[in-house]
Nanobody, 120 residues
């Protein structure tokens, strides 16, 4: 079982930046993928970005060039640096952990959602 502690989120203006952080603890496997998903009102949850334990990354087209996912810190921590935020980025953002190497579907471990609201 893996626990995910999430920090970040908030209300910002369009064009501003925000950084989310997710710290994993528990039974963490060496080979894993951590990612960020988001869900806007009335929409399905969608992948934003993911990163493997080897450092490989995968981004949704709508955030390429604006968002950066990375690993770092003393703990198993993943960050999502969000730049040039747009109103359409408004959503609840979720951290996810998956054992293995797959970018394309989430694992069963989810962090608490954090609201990101971008105003114009």
């Amino acid at each position: 079982h893996v626990q995910l502690a999430v920090s970040g989120g908030g209300l910002v203006r369009a064009g501003w930046s925000l950084c989310l952080a997710c710290a994993a603890s528990g039974s963490i496997f060496s080979i894993n993928v951590m990612g960020w998903y988001r869900q806007a009102p009335g929409k399905q949850r969608e992948l934003v970005a993911a990163i493997t334990s080897g450092g490989g990354t995968n981004y949704a087209d709508f955030v390429k060039g604006r968002f950066t996912i990375s690993r770092g810190g003393a703990k198993n921590t993943v960050y999502l640096q969000m730049n040039s935020l747009k109103p359409e980025d408004t959503a609840v953002y979720y951290c996810n952990y998956r054992r293995g190497n797959s970018y394309y579907s989430p694992g069963d471990s989810w962090g608490q959602g954090t609201q990101v609201t971008v105003s114009s």
